[in-house]
T-cell receptor
């Protein structure tokens, strides 16, 4: 039982390059989330997927797209990376999005955009 | 909208000493409050939560927090620090009223260092 896994662990991009961050969970959770963590700012929600086939914007969605590929997988895409997107990205999952359900987090992807 | 402020970005204690990490919140309705811990190179893990009922909440690893409405605080404490407690701690707040994931707000974090 791996929980929430993320790939890659580290990535360095040049401005304008694109990439996709991958996330998978094996807990049969319905809801999945993408956060970014910046120094002095805590975690901020980028996008979430309340259930398979649905996605919704979070607090900071600009510059990102997401795909809920199936119940297990939720990917985050940067189409044209900018230095402001340098951050640590966390994927999380929970049983449901409605009402509070504990979120389980992956180990993170550390992204640097030069 | 709710918000949370963690006082002190870094706290250093000696092993065996009291740990006190401060969190103050702002919410127009009764909040749900959380503490998360992040060990190096790992994701966040829920330490404890307050929703309703008893205001003193006990969590994992000997941590506890007390919801004080009059002080709008939810400070995290542990009587005796252990080396393994060294981590970053995040306070978070949300509203139970028509809760959506967008409503969760995290503090900036407090890095706890434990000296031998």
């Amino acid at each position: 039982n791996a929980g929430v896994t993320q790939t890659p662990k580290f990535q360095v991009l040049k401005t304008g390059q694109s990439m996709t961050l991958q996330c998978a969970q094996d807990m049969n959770h319905n809801s999945m989330y993408w956060y970014r963590q910046d120094p002095g700012m805590g975690l901020r929600l980028i996008y979430y997927s309340a259930s398979e086939g649905t996605t919704d914007k979070g607090e900071v969605p600009n510059g990102y797209n997401v795909s809920r590929l199936n119940k297990r997988e939720f990917s985050l895409r940067l189409e044209s990376a900018a230095p402001s997107q340098t951050s640590v990205y966390f994927c999380a999952s929970s049983e449901w999005a409605q009402g509070y359900n504990e979120q389980f987090f992956g180990p993170g992807t550390r992204l640097t955009v030069l | 909208a709710q918000s949370v402020t963690q006082l002190g970005s870094h706290v250093s204690v000696s092993e065996g000493a009291l740990v006190l990490l401060r969190c103050n919140y702002s919410s127009s309705v009764p909040p749900y409050l959380f503490w998360y811990v992040q060990y190096p190179n790992q994701g966040l893990q829920l330490l404890l939560k307050y929703t309703t009922g008893a205001t003193l909440v006990k969590g994992i690893n000997g941590f506890e927090a007390e919801f004080k409405k009059s002080e709008t605080s939810f400070h995290l404490t542990k009587p005796s620090a252990h080396m393994s407690d060294a981590a970053e701690y995040f306070c978070a707040v949300t509203t139970p009223v028509r809760f959506t994931p967008r409503d969760m707000r995290f503090g900036a974090g407090t890095r706890l260092t434990v000296k031998p």
